[in-house]
């Protein structure tokens, strides 16, 4: 059901069209895709095997949003400002140029695509992909390993996305096996990354959306409005390869400091996933520091 529905809705002309959304330069087929052919299928697949309590467990991770404030700001700031940081070492004077000349359009572009891709599309993408499959393949499998499976079926499910952004038809199947796997190893990094991080969070899969839309709003609106002038490489460096860069460093540190673990508790997942104690902080590495204070323990 996901590979169809999103191969159907690629192939209705107007759904490809990016200027049917009047605050949003996103095609309506990233949105209906996400939603009727990710979210949907997950919640449907839950209910028959697991019935209303496996729907409301799956739901309960999709909002939960009680968590750390340090995760929000890990969430919405990691990729965009690593990806500044890098862009201001390579092109030094002329990227302050830019975003002096065009920082209002923060607001009148870059945060109203980001909305909408956490409203319309990447959480419900992350419903499926982390909620659904990617949860359970780390029951099964362990963090790292079902980091890198998952990456399998999220590759494929981009293809129509890549047909139709980068105009390869069949006829060009090649050089579009070609872009597929460099995609695929990119998007290793992001899972490893979003792993480590729906398990730092209690299950979280809001905070996953979060951090996937902040990436795919950095690769897009921000790269598109910041652009540096000059020859197209250097906005495909900026807009693309940079951050790329910085999900891939994130990806090797969280792997090095968890010890390959990505903060997973094994005692977590068999209790079905519940989130962390509120009385609990969650460090790096997915160990928890009890603030339980001398009284609630006499209780």
């Given at each position: 059901?996901?590979?169809?529905?999103?191969?159907?809705v690629?192939?209705v002309?107007?759904?490809?069209?990016?200027?049917?959304?009047?605050?949003?330069?996103?095609?309506?087929?990233?949105?209906?895709?996400?939603?009727?052919?990710?979210?949907?299928?997950?919640?449907?697949?839950?209910?028959?095997?697991?019935?209303?309590?496996?729907?409301r467990?799956?739901g309960?991770?999709?909002?939960?949003?009680?968590?750390?404030?340090?995760?929000?700001?890990?969430?919405?700031?990691?990729?965009?400002?690593?990806?500044?940081?890098?862009?201001?070492?390579?092109?030094?004077?002329?990227?302050?140029?830019?975003?002096?000349?065009?920082?209002?359009?923060?607001?009148?572009?870059?945060?109203?695509q980001?909305?909408?891709?956490?409203?319309?599309?990447?959480?419900?993408?992350?419903?499926?992909?982390?909620?659904?499959?990617?949860?359970?393949?780390?029951?099964?499998?362990?963090?790292?390993?079902?980091?890198?499976?998952?990456?399998?079926?999220?590759?494929?499910?981009?293809?129509?996305?890549?047909?139709v952004?980068?105009?390869?038809?069949?006829?060009?199947?090649?050089?579009?096996?070609?872009?597929?796997?460099?995609?695929?190893?990119?998007?290793?990094?992001?899972?490893?990354?979003?792993?480590?991080?729906?398990?730092?969070?209690?299950?979280?899969?809001?905070?996953?959306?979060?951090?996937?839309?902040?990436?795919?709003?950095?690769?897009?609106?921000?790269?598109?409005?910041?652009?540096?002038?000059?020859?197209?490489?250097?906005?495909?460096?900026?807009?693309?390869?940079m951050?790329?860069?910085?999900?891939?460093?994130?990806?090797?540190?969280?792997?090095?400091?968890?010890?390959?673990?990505?903060?997973?508790?094994?005692e977590?997942?068999?209790?079905?996933?519940?989130?962390?104690?509120?009385?609990?902080?969650?460090?790096?590495?997915?160990?928890?520091?009890?603030?339980?204070?001398?009284?609630?323990?006499?209780?």
């Amino acid at each position: 059901m996901v590979f169809v529905v999103n191969v159907a809705v690629a192939c209705v002309p107007v759904l490809t069209r990016n200027d049917v959304l009047p605050i949003a330069n996103m095609p309506l087929y990233g949105i209906l895709g996400p939603i009727f052919g990710v979210a949907l299928p997950a919640f449907l697949v839950v209910a028959a095997a697991a019935g209303w309590a496996g729907v409301r467990e799956l739901g309960s991770r999709c909002l939960r949003w009680r968590v750390d404030l340090r995760w929000y700001l890990v969430a919405f700031l990691s990729v965009p400002i690593g990806t500044l940081l890098c862009a201001a070492a390579v092109f030094g004077g002329a990227l302050i140029d830019v975003l002096a000349a065009r920082w209002t359009q923060l607001f009148t572009n870059v945060l109203p695509q980001l909305v909408v891709l956490i409203v319309f599309a990447i959480v419900a993408e992350e419903i499926g992909f982390m909620g659904f499959l990617q949860a359970r393949w780390q029951d099964r499998f362990g963090p790292l390993k079902a980091s890198v499976l998952v990456t399998v079926p999220f590759a494929l499910y981009h293809v129509p996305n890549l047909m139709v952004e980068s105009h390869l038809g069949f006829s060009k199947i090649f050089l579009l096996l070609a872009y597929l796997t460099i995609l695929a190893v990119l998007q290793m990094f992001g899972r490893i990354v979003m792993m480590w991080l729906y398990n730092v969070t209690g299950s979280s899969v809001l905070l996953v959306g979060l951090w996937h839309s902040s990436f795919d709003a950095t690769t897009t609106a921000f790269g598109r409005t910041f652009a540096i002038a000059g020859p197209v490489w250097k906005a495909e460096l900026a807009g693309f390869w940079m951050p790329s860069a910085v999900v891939a460093v994130l990806a090797v540190l969280v792997v090095v400091l968890t010890h390959g673990r990505l903060a997973f508790r094994t005692e977590a997942a068999s209790l079905g996933r519940q989130p962390s104690s509120p009385a609990q902080k969650v460090s790096l590495d997915g160990s928890s520091h009890s603030q339980v204070t001398a009284k609630e323990r006499a209780l």
